[in-house]
């Protein structure tokens, strides 16, 4: 089969299967879907029934529930909530979505997304306005932003290029190996990065007349990005380019000696999960009002694998559900346990997470309620994920 | 996704029984009700015992006043960081907004002082008051309306240690300390009086933070110097005499404040009696024997006791979170428990009053830094051959900018100042 | 001359060439400190290759990243201090720190790692999540303090009137020759001994050893104990030379990373040669350029997987 043809074929059995996928995962009532007709194989879909079947769907999911629930909460949550763990949780939801991207689209897990979002974070904060008149270059944050997020996507994709020319299991160590000499070089440079000080008061631009730091504008600006982000990665999975990347994923040679090239697609993965950390990195900068090596060590970067290996990286969800729990835990922990035993409550979390529920929370979930479910139907012609 | 709801709903409705308590409870006088003070110390990571400790002095200064405070209870909330000024500013974030602390004493260590300062300038209803933390910057640059230091800080602490070391003939000294701001500070404390008397520093060796290899350092240092000052802490200090004195080195040692701890008074290696005469500097000496000082040693002795987890004697880390968490519950007694009005007459209260501490009296000054007394040490053997840290000169009311006027002050950094 | 051998001949000039013009510079202006360091390098160097094997054997065989390798190599540090804190006797520190690393690598393994045969990158996430849970109960044992062992006796202090250097530190001397020893003993292991073969075997082509009927659960076992032992036997000789706080596990994982990935991946030959490189690369960086030593340090990684992504001897896959 020609290779256009069975893309062709891919996106219509895709969006087929989407559909049936999205009912089986964590849905607890399969008779408000309306499954949309599979088109005939070779038959593609139009663009616009493909975009209205996509609204139907959305305003009779689940989705529209969880999204006025995300808009809602800010105006009845306290500010400290809303901030520390509501923007909090959708900033680092976003950084680890670009890890679960890579490693669950893609297959490779890469440790150093903190450190594609510390760079960006780092950038807006020297092309921009803090602290150090010396260092910063006081350009206008509509320059500095896009600027340092192009500056981010660019250092991911050169992570991209050094790690991907080897197998999947260097990935960790490589991107491990690359997030500490940044850690080093940001350490030890005063010219630049201002060594251990860092680079601080990053603020938000006041952009038609709000204070965009204060709580509930910072959530909203977080939660639309973030849905960005997650619109962004729903969208990309289904296309051909994620289809490839996840048939890459499964059996790279196959797929090269179908004709498609396993190196450009993984460093494109990378560049793509760059642009969602670098967003993050410049969102988390303006959340902590400040930049330094703390934010972008070793701790940091496992942490990051921690939200998104805890929240489950085969759905893009995860990674949002993992940052709330870590922030959650991070921000009561010392109110119910010692707050100084909190790397041992969250590795071991992750630990028992790995051990049991490779898929996290969310894979928890899908068990659960495919168990709840088992009892009620007998026949069902809806393919379960395991 | 039903998990994310029902935990929103959980937190949501938590919080919405918190906040409507704290607005009921908020909205009766101020007098009599407990006072909330928040206390934040490095409890976690390489500071760890450091900020254990620091939290015993600030509680001993609780404990002193039988946890009330005119007419008030203190009511003490605790939260931890990592030295990561990130986490710190969380942790702070927590216990302003969520438990709603009237006063803030924390953090411990410099770079967290500095974010803790950059935050408490958006929170104006609460003092923030130092920990530990002795960065000059903290102070010195865009200093905050609402945050005080009762402690001296790092460039503070190491005046007096350059006119001793020239008494000894030390003309020429090499520098080894952690290539981060508080050694900096301390460097530039002893530097700025050192230099001036004529004294001269060849070479500077800023060791990575974290490095634990001073192999390379060694065979750097020249021939020709008189002593080495090494800014490491205690245990590393163990370290470099060991790795110095196994590549034949026999130089003496100035040491920075928190050098010539009590593991450097126990070395056992065969160089231990060179280490007599070494001299050091900081706020506080532990042979000191004011009566003050001696009291607060034998309170902090009876109330945290070796087994219990204290020191043998207070550390650096417990003595200014005394000092600082005293002036709070000190500033409280003077305007009667009164908080209101943004806390004016409170924050009036601290920038003017003598705090007494076991050490002699601190003032602030116009930065809300403090002014106070540094100790000269030098270590002497006893009669049993113990080793131990002597008081060799004592230097009262010394201010951050060390005597100097604004415009020749500079703070440390690796380059400056220099006297090669 | 042959494109391969021309290739290899300008990677000699390139690399070879201003390593060779510093080194005459240095021993010009200053050749105390140049020998002092060589010397210094080399005995670090010995040091990350007995951490280092460890990791590479792990990896060789078994295709599993353990990252939770720096951990073990604090808890073979801790234990030593302790058992020489009791007994004063440094052998039994070493002997205590090795076994209690490799008991602990044999649990691991057996418990854990067995029952998940074949998803590698699930391993590695299970010996993060080790690496954390057991990095922090060492930190609640220990407290943050740091922890210096002595050197046995006869190896505290320096030699003395050496010419041109003058003294050089006993103990660290002898690291040197620790590194041999257990280099040589590693080598007749896996050359000379069955176990070795089956190793060796085993890091070429796991199945067919299988089907050659050896249980490979085992040697598994086998090889992951002996790898956390080797990390444990490098704790407790590190104890005394940089001392022992939370925080040297991540520093040796990262050494050992470093070196495995520069000398290649299953080879113990790749790991003595990528720790010489990153010992000479460390003290040479800090003894002239002290700044940027660690940053100098990962360029060289950098370079490396630029263009030898397998590293200097690894094997292909």
């Known amino acids: ?41 070779g038959e593609v879909p139009s663009a616009a029934s493909d975009v209205w079947n996509e609204l139907w769907r ?20 306290s500010p400290f909530v809303t901030f520390q763990v509501g923007a909090q949780s959708l900033v680092l939801g976003m950084i680890a979505l ?73 990935t960790i160590m490589i991107t491990l190996a690359i997030g500490v000499a940044f850690y080093y070089l940001v350490l030890q440079n005063y010219s630049v990065f201002n060594g251990f000080q860092g680079l601080r008061e990053l603020k938000p631009p006041t952009v038609l ?66 642009l969602i950390a670098a967003v993050g990195g410049v969102l988390l900068a303006w959340y902590n009002a400040l930049m330094s090596p703390g934010s972008v060590g070793t701790g940091w970067l496992i942490n990051i694998l921690v939200i998104a290996v805890l929240g489950g990286v085969r759905h893009p969800a995860g990674a949002f559900l993992g940052a709330l729990v870590f922030v959650l835990l991070q921000t009561f922990a010392i109110d119910l346990i010692d707050r100084e035993r909190f790397n041992l409550v969250i590795g071991g979390v992750f630990l028992a997470i790995v051990l049991f529920s490779p898929d996290g929370l969310l894979g928890l979930w899908a068990r659960l309620a495919a168990r709840l479910r088992s009892g009620r139907a007998l026949t069902s012609n809806q393919r379960r994920q395991p | 996704m039903k998990v994310t709801t029902t935990k929103r709903i959980w937190v949501r409705s938590i919080v919405g029984a918190a906040a409507a308590t704290a607005l009921w409870g908020g909205a009766w006088a101020q007098q009599g009700q407990p006072v909330k003070i928040g206390l934040l110390a490095t409890l976690e990571g390489p500071f760890a015992a450091g900020g254990a400790d ?48 009237d006063i803030m004493v924390g953090p411990l260590s410099g770079g967290e002082g500095i974010a803790v300062k950059d935050y408490s300038k958006t929170q104006p209803q609460v003092t923030f008051i130092n920990g530990g933390s002795g960065a000059q910057g903290t102070t010195l640059t865009n200093p905050s309306p609402n945050f005080f230091r009762f402690n ?55 060791v990575p933070l974290g490095g634990k290899d001073y192999s390379s350092v060694i065979a750097t240092i020249p021939k020709d110097v008189d002593a080495l000052l090494v800014v490491l802490g205690g245990a590393d200090a163990v370290n470099f005499l060991t790795q110095y004195e196994n590549a034949g080195g026999d130089k003496p040692m100035l040491g920075g404040s928190i050098t010539v701890s009590q593991d450097v008074l126990n070395y056992k290696g065969k160089r231990r009696d060179s280490l007599v005469g070494t001299l050091s500097a900081g706020p506080l000496a532990d042979a000191y024997d004011g009566a003050d000082w001696k009291a607060f040693v034998a309170d902090y002795q009876k109330t945290y006791p070796v087994s219990a987890g204290g020191f043998p004697s207070p550390s650096l880390f417990a003595y200014v979170y005394y000092v600082n968490m005293k002036a709070a519950l000190d500033g409280l007694a003077a305007v009667n428990g009164d908080l209101s009005g943004n806390q004016a007459k409170y924050r009036e209260a601290l920038s003017k009053m003598t705090l007494k501490t076991p050490n002699g009296d601190v003032r602030l000054d116009g930065n809300r830094q403090a002014i106070g007394t540094t100790f000269v040490t030098e270590v002497v053997k006893d009669s049993q051959g113990n080793l131990f840290n002597k008081v060799h000169s004592k230097v009262d ?24 | 001359m042959t494109r391969r051998s021309r290739s290899l001949l300008a990677v000699w000039l390139l690399v070879g060439g201003p390593i060779a013009i510093f080194s005459v510079w240095a021993l010009v202006q200053n050749p105390r400190l140049y020998v002092v360091t060589l010397l210094n390098g080399l005995t670090l160097a010995s040091l990350y290759f007995i951490v280092a094997s460890g990791f590479t054997l792990v990896f060789g065989l078994m295709r599993n990243v353990n990252l939770a390798h720096g951990s073990l190599y604090l808890l073979g540090g801790y234990v030593g201090y302790v058992v020489a804190a009791r007994t004063g006797w440094w052998p039994v520190a070493l002997a205590a720190g090795f076994l209690s690393a490799a008991v602990a690598g044999l649990a691991i393994q057996w418990l854990i790692l067995r029952h998940m045969q074949g998803q590698e990158l699930r391993q590695t996430m299970v010996t993060i999540g080790l690496s954390i849970v057991v990095a922090d109960i060492l930190l609640w044992i220990f407290t943050g ?12 202090g320096p030699i003395r009137d050496i010419p041109l250097i003058r003294a050089y530190s006993a103990y660290r001397l002898s690291l040197l020759f620790m590194g041999i020893g257990i280099g040589v003993l590693l080598w007749l292991l896996l050359n000379r001994t069955r176990i070795g073969t089956m190793i060796r075997a085993g890091v070429d082509d796991r199945g067919m050893l299988s089907a050659a009927g050896v249980n490979v659960n085992l040697l598994f076992a086998f090889t992951f104990a002996l790898g956390a032992g080797l990390a444990g036997i490098g704790g407790v000789i590190g104890a005394v030379e940089l001392s022992m706080v939370p925080g040297e596990d991540t520093r040796l994982l990262l050494a050992s990373l470093i070196v495995v990935i520069v000398g290649g991946m299953g080879s113990v030959v790749g790991a003595a040669l990528g720790a010489v490189i990153l010992g000479l690369a460390e003290t040479f960086g800090l003894a002239y350029a002290p700044t940027y030593s660690v940053v100098i340090t990962f360029l060289i990684l950098v370079g490396v997987l630029a263009f030898r992504p397998r590293g200097i001897l690894g094997k292909a896959a």
Not at chain 2, 70 to 95: H, Q, Y
Not at chain 2, 155 to 174: E, F, S
Request: hydrophobic share 50%; proline share 5%.
């Open chain 1, 1 to 41: 089969m020609a290779a256009a043809q069975w893309r062709k074929a891919m996106n219509s059995a895709a969006a087929a299967s989407a559909a049936r996928g999205r009912a089986a995962t964590g849905s607890s009532m399969p008779v408000h879907r309306v499954p949309p007709a599979a088109p005939a194989p």
């Open chain 1, 58 to 77: 959305f305003v009779a999911s689940r989705n529209l529930v969880v999204l006025l629930a995300l808009v809602v909460f800010p105006l009845v949550a």
């Open chain 1, 98 to 170: 670009s890890l679960s991207f890579l490693a669950g689209y893609g297959g490779m897990i890469s440790l150093a997304q903190m450190t594609v979002a510390g760079v960006a974070g780092y950038a807006v904060a020297v092309l921009g306005h803090s602290s150090s008149a010396e260092i910063s270059l006081g350009w206008p944050w509509w320059v500095a932003v896009p600027v340092a997020v192009v500056i981010a996507v660019l250092a991911s994709t050169l992570i991209g290029w050094l790690s991907v020319r080897t197998e999947g299991i260097y």
């Open chain 1, 209 to 274: 007349g709000i204070q965009w730091r204060d709580p509930v504008p910072f959530y909203a600006l977080s939660l639309v990005c973030a849905l960005a982000a997650y619109w962004l990665v729903c969208h990309v999975v289904r296309a051909p380019f994620g289809i490839a990347l996840q048939g890459i994923r499964d059996n790279p040679r196959r797929m090269s000696a179908l004709g498609y090239s396993v190196v450009a697609h993984r460093v494109a993965a990378y560049a793509l999960s760059g």
């Open chain 2, 54 to 101: 620091g939290m015993r002095g600030a509680e001993l200064a609780v404990k002193q006043r039988g946890g009330v405070v005119a007419g008030r209870k203190i009511e003490v909330i605790k939260a931890s960081s990592d030295a990561k000024p990130d986490v710190a500013v969380n942790s702070t974030r927590k216990l302003v907004e969520q438990d709603k602390v």
């Open chain 2, 152 to 206: 001296t800080d790092g460039g503070q602490w190491m005046v007096g240690l350059g006119k001793a070391a020239l008494a000894k003939g030390y003309k020429r000294t090499m520098v080894i300390a952690e290539d981060y701001a508080f050694p900096y500070s301390q460097v530039q404390g002893f530097m700025a009086e050192y230099c001036k008397a004529g004294g001269k520093v060849p070479v500077k060796a800023w």
């Open chain 2, 397 to 420: 009311n010394v201010d951050q900018l060390l005597g100097m006027k604004a415009e020749e002050f500079k703070i440390g950094s690796r380059d400056v100042p220099a006297c090669p």
């Open chain 3, 145 to 156: 303090q740091v922890h210096q062992m002595e050197a046995p006796g006869f190896l505290q």
